[in-house]
């Protein structure tokens, strides 16, 4: 199953950084590795071809480094692990995504809809909206 | 750690005709050949743990060596030691032949409104053909090996047709340059050309451990002779015509 048709790709597209970054805090990995673990939480299966222009400019930010570990007569595989700069960024950018998914949760919630539809969806974002 | 490797063992589960695309692509792009060797590996090593076939998990060569290149590091346009190699080899060619000739025949160097014309010619050619590297190169590719062996073959007998008519026709002298001065031009022109072939350095593709797809070497020396080898077959030629006329 592909990642497309679990969740809608433009959902996957703003988190799945996010949580790349999140699967290398747990420790590093090579990019099958990190599929797989995104994947295993539920995310669904991620292409090659998003995955490692994502893990690209993950690297071009500075948010993780990428080393190749040697092979048997050749290159192995390439391991991916957080920078400090990329712990800094996932735990700014994971707290203003719980503020998101509580926003977007109360705006889409029935009950919310019902008690507080009248309060104009105020929201309690960190940060602010950027 | 150098040692000869081919294209497509950088990627033997992706396949010759996706490696190739992606390659020719990433080059279009100037993405380094270190860095396309390592996104090459990268593919091999995917593919190889998933076993999916290629087309499936990167998708057409094309879209992922665009996608995969936004976060490269890239180089644009025609270094200027390049620009330079190719000046002084076009003087180095153009000027040696007529020394040559001028040898033989016991004169000085003559030089004609048509040589003048055609150096013109050249220098623009050069230039437009170095500025538009990107776009012609990626004319020629997209329309295929035979369209663009044919489009070479027309443009190099077009533009031979036009330079010998330029020198033949417009025979009007204009300057005398002693042989030894017009023979000393030639040779710094040939020399200099030769020696910024040999400092190029070959951006060859490179698999993570540093095996290069080709010897970085034989690259050196082949950038390194090509202006003295077509000079010195221009100047047989010239030898041979005004010894026989």
């Given at each position: 199953m592909s990642s497309d048709e679990v969740w809608p790709s433009e959902w996957l597209r703003g988190v799945l950084s996010l949580a790349a970054l999140a699967v290398l805090a747990r420790q590093s990995a090579h990019g099958y590795a990190i599929a797989t673990a995104l994947a295993d939480h539920g995310l669904g299966e991620v292409k090659g071809g998003t995955l490692y222009p994502l893990l690209g400019r993950l690297e071009s930010a500075g948010h993780v480094t990428a080393a190749w570990e040697p092979g048997d007569g050749g290159p192995g595989r390439k391991v991916y692990a957080l920078t400090d700069a990329g712990r800094s960024h996932l735990a700014a950018q994971s707290l203003r995504w719980a503020g998101f998914t509580r926003c977007t949760q109360a705006l889409l919630d029935p009950e919310d809809h019902a008690t507080?539809?009248?309060?104009?969806?105020?929201c309690d974002s960190p940060g602010g909206t950027r | 750690m150098t040692q000869p490797n081919d294209l497509v063992s950088l990627a033997p589960h992706a396949g010759p005709q996706w490696v190739e695309e992606f390659v020719v692509e990433q080059r279009l792009l100037g993405v380094p050949g270190p860095r396309i060797g390592d996104a090459l590996a990268t593919v091999e090593t995917h593919l190889r743990e998933t076993g999916e076939p290629v087309a499936t998990a990167f998708g057409p060569a094309r879209d992922y060596a665009r996608s995969i290149a936004e976060t490269e590091p890239r180089t644009s346009g025609v270094d200027g030691s390049v620009i330079a190699f190719a000046v002084l080899g076009v003087v180095a060619i153009v000027v040696l032949p007529r020394v040559t000739t001028a040898a033989v025949q016991g004169n000085d160097v003559n030089l004609t409104a048509g040589d003048l014309a055609g150096l013109v010619v050249l220098a623009g050619l050069i230039a437009i053909v170095l500025r538009l590297a990107g776009p012609l190169l990626r004319g020629l590719v997209a329309g295929g090996r035979r369209r663009g062996v044919v489009t070479a073959l027309v443009a190099f007998a077009g533009l031979t047709a036009l330079q010998v008519a330029v020198f033949l026709l417009?025979?009007?002298?204009?300057v005398t340059v002693p042989i030894a001065a017009a023979g000393a031009i030639g040779a710094a022109a040939l020399a200099a050309a030769t020696w910024l072939g040999w400092r190029q350095q070959p951006d060859l593709l490179a698999d993570p451990v540093g095996r290069t797809v080709g010897q970085p070497s034989a690259a050196r020396w082949s950038t390194a002779v090509v202006f003295p080898g077509i000079t010195l077959v221009m100047c047989l030629l010239s030898w041979v015509t005004s010894a026989l006329a």
């Open positions: 507080s539809g009248a309060r104009g969806g105020t | 417009w025979r009007t002298p204009v």
